[in-house]
């Protein structure tokens, strides 16, 4: 029978073993997808989900303004 502490050694070393793969395939897919951006001089792509919130708060001021008169 193995001592409980080594099955859970075990248990840890694999799953930082998986975690660390999982994160260099993330810093991969991201870097391709620079590398994408990059070659297709897709600047704006990031912009375009800040746009959304700068035109929300653009509403809630023209609905202030429309308080006040």
Do not use: F, G, R
Request: net charge negative; charged share 40%.
């Amino acid at each position: 029978m193995k001592n409980p502490d080594d099955v859970y050694y075990k248990m840890y070393k694999d799953a930082k073993e998986k975690a660390k793969a999982a994160k260099d395939i993330a810093i991969e897919a991201y870097l391709a997808a620079e590398e994408i951006k990059l070659t297709y001089n897709l600047n704006n792509v990031d912009s375009s989900d800040s746009d959304d919130d700068s035109d929300s708060s653009s509403n809630d001021n023209d609905n202030d303004n429309d308080n006040d008169k």
